[in-house]
């Protein structure tokens, strides 16, 4: 029998920003998204997509995923603005000049993502592991926002499996602290499965593929049709 999708508070969401568990968390993280392969992931969906003028990034954190993404897309994507959306601005100096050092430009944008999604005015909409803290009234609002702005949205999330929850159970071997054990097997039950996003995808006039990536991750991805 499958899992069913449950969400509760993710540790790291309700910690400071500068909170030293929620510091070793975001290094924990990282290493994580190396494991699943999350940039690869991500990469492999935009190449089908467009080149844009400027892309968003929605729960981008500190930006360290997005510039990982941009260094792999910049010969093909040149001149790219960066936005790096999120409740607070934790985007370093080292990684800004990381942007500026592929052509790129970054900026932070900050606040309540169903406030500033209206006015992002980014082409492409990308997210890796955020889908999942919403609940279903939330995700619905969210992919419709998505859809009325941009021409293309991809996504990285975790896959609902059990085998997905047998490993994040075993972050310990990583020597992850206790924000991030917990956080882990959370994001599993609250990830997602089938073709969950797509029956929520509120828009005709898309091309849309849904499905495994590995063996922990669920991608989500969205281009508009030409007219």
Same mark, same amino acid.
């Given at each position: 029998?499958?899992?069913?999708?449950?969400?509760?508070?993710?540790?790291?969401?309700?910690?400071?920003?500068?909170?030293?568990?929620?510091?070793?968390?975001?290094?924990?993280?990282?290493?994580?998204?190396?494991?699943?392969?999350?940039?690869?992931?991500?990469?492999?969906?935009?190449?089908?997509? %467009?080149?844009?003028?400027? =892309?968003?990034? #929605?729960?981008?954190? /500190?930006?360290?995923? @997005? $510039?990982?993404?941009?260094?792999?897309?910049?010969?093909?994507?040149?001149?790219?603005?960066?936005?790096?959306?999120?409740?607070?601005?934790?985007?370093?100096?080292?990684?800004?000049?990381?942007?500026?050092?592929?052509?790129?430009?970054?900026?932070?944008?900050?606040?309540?993502?169903?406030?500033?999604?209206?006015?992002?005015?980014?082409?492409?909409? %990308?997210?890796?592991?955020? =889908?999942?803290? #919403?609940?279903?009234? /939330?995700?619905?609002? @969210? $992919?419709?926002?998505?859809?009325?702005?941009?021409?293309?949205?991809?996504?990285?999330?975790?896959?609902?499996?059990?085998?997905?929850?047998?490993?994040?159970?075993?972050?310990?071997?990583?020597?992850?602290?206790?924000?991030?054990?917990?956080?882990?097997?959370?994001?599993?039950?609250?990830?997602?499965?089938?073709?969950?996003?797509?029956?929520?995808?509120p828009a005709a006039g898309w091309q849309t593929q849904e499905g495994l990536?590995?063996?922990?991750?669920?991608?989500?991805?969205?281009?508009?049709?030409?007219?």
């Amino acid at each position: 029998m499958g899992l069913s999708r449950t969400l509760e508070p993710e540790i790291l969401d309700l910690l400071a920003a500068d909170d030293p568990r929620a510091r070793a968390s975001r290094r924990d993280l990282a290493r994580i998204n190396i494991i699943m392969r999350q940039q690869t992931i991500m990469v492999n969906q935009l190449r089908a997509q %467009t080149p844009p003028r400027r =892309l968003a990034d #929605l729960g981008s954190g /500190d930006g360290s995923f @997005l $510039l990982g993404v941009a260094r792999r897309m910049a010969a093909h994507w040149p001149q790219v603005t960066a936005l790096i959306v999120d409740r607070q601005d934790i985007v370093s100096a080292q990684t800004r000049s990381g942007f500026a050092a592929l052509g790129w430009k970054c900026a932070s944008v900050t606040g309540d993502i169903f406030a500033v999604l209206p006015h992002l005015d980014a082409e492409i909409i %990308t997210a890796n592991l955020f =889908l999942h803290h #919403l609940d279903d009234a /939330d995700l619905r609002q @969210l $992919l419709s926002l998505v859809a009325q702005q941009a021409r293309g949205f991809v996504v990285c999330e975790p896959r609902r499996s059990q085998t997905a929850l047998l490993a994040s159970r075993m972050v310990f071997a990583l020597a992850c602290n206790d924000v991030t054990r917990h956080d882990a097997v959370a994001s599993v039950r609250a990830g997602f499965v089938g073709r969950e996003l797509s029956q929520r995808w509120p828009a005709a006039g898309w091309q849309t593929q849904e499905g495994l990536a590995l063996p922990f991750t669920h991608f989500f991805s969205a281009r508009r049709d030409a007219v």
